[in-house]
T-cell receptor
């Protein structure tokens, strides 16, 4: 079953707008939640990540909001730019031992298009 | 420092053949994971190696195998190729001491005809 559910599948935003992508997970053992950005022909690149001990993390225009009780986390891209047009993946894993060792569980991805 | 290097970038093979893909992790990274990316299934975990030992394996048939060498370089092999094996195969490496983030290579695009 899909361990991490991501929505929406696609998103179109005007330049300067806010892009919001949501993810939900089931496994309470997950304790590391990265977001990846992928451009065509490239591998995913780590954008920003969060641990469950904080509810929000901001890096430049990118912010992760984390709700541990709801088992949800989201990526907010402020002042979206055409150069942000890419596919975004949320992921989750446990940094400790167990069946998640060395493994990221990915959402299905969100194709973001920012119109100029 | 140099990123994760995957070779070759593109590959075309015929059904029934076998293929070997290579991954050179970031220097000092001892963990190497492999993923298959397709439009229909997204990113699917294949396996992970650490210090030449397979520590975790995804839900793929035995035709998919891998190994890691003492210099942390890794290879994955797919035998008896099927049309459905056409995908982007991604390798990612991480540092156990840093314990965060997985850096991905640009992948090998495999097309089975």
């Amino acid at each position: 079953q899909q361990q991490v559910k991501q929505s929406p599948q696609s998103l179109i935003v005007q330049k300067g707008g806010i892009s919001i992508i949501n993810c939900a997970y089931e496994n309470t053992a997950f304790d590391y939640f990265p977001w990846y950005q992928q451009f065509p022909g490239k591998g995913p690149a780590l954008l920003i990540a969060i641990r469950p001990d904080v509810s929000e993390k901001k890096e430049g225009r990118f912010t992760i909001s984390f709700n541990k009780s709801a088992k949800q986390f989201s990526l907010h891209i402020m002042d979206s730019q055409p150069g942000d047009s890419a596919t975004y993946f949320c992921a989750a894993t446990s940094l400790g031992r167990g069946s998640t060792l060395g493994r990221l569980y990915f959402g299905r991805g969100t194709q973001l298009t920012v119109w100029p | 420092k140099a990123g994760v290097t995957q070779t070759p970038r593109y590959l075309i093979k015929t059904r029934g053949q076998q293929v070997t893909l290579s991954c050179s992790p970031i220097s000092g990274h001892r963990s190497v994971s492999w993923y298959q990316q397709t439009p229909g299934q997204g990113l699917q975990f294949l396996f992970e190696y650490f210090s030449e030992t397979q520590r975790n394996k995804g839900n793929f048939p035995g035709r998919f195998s891998g190994r890691q060498f003492s210099n942390s370089r890794s290879e994955m092999n797919v035998s008896t190729l099927e049309l459905g094996d056409s995908a982007l195969y991604l390798c990612a490496s991480s540092s156990r001491t840093e314990n965060y983030g997985y850096t991905f290579g640009s992948g090998t695009r495999l097309t089975v005809v």
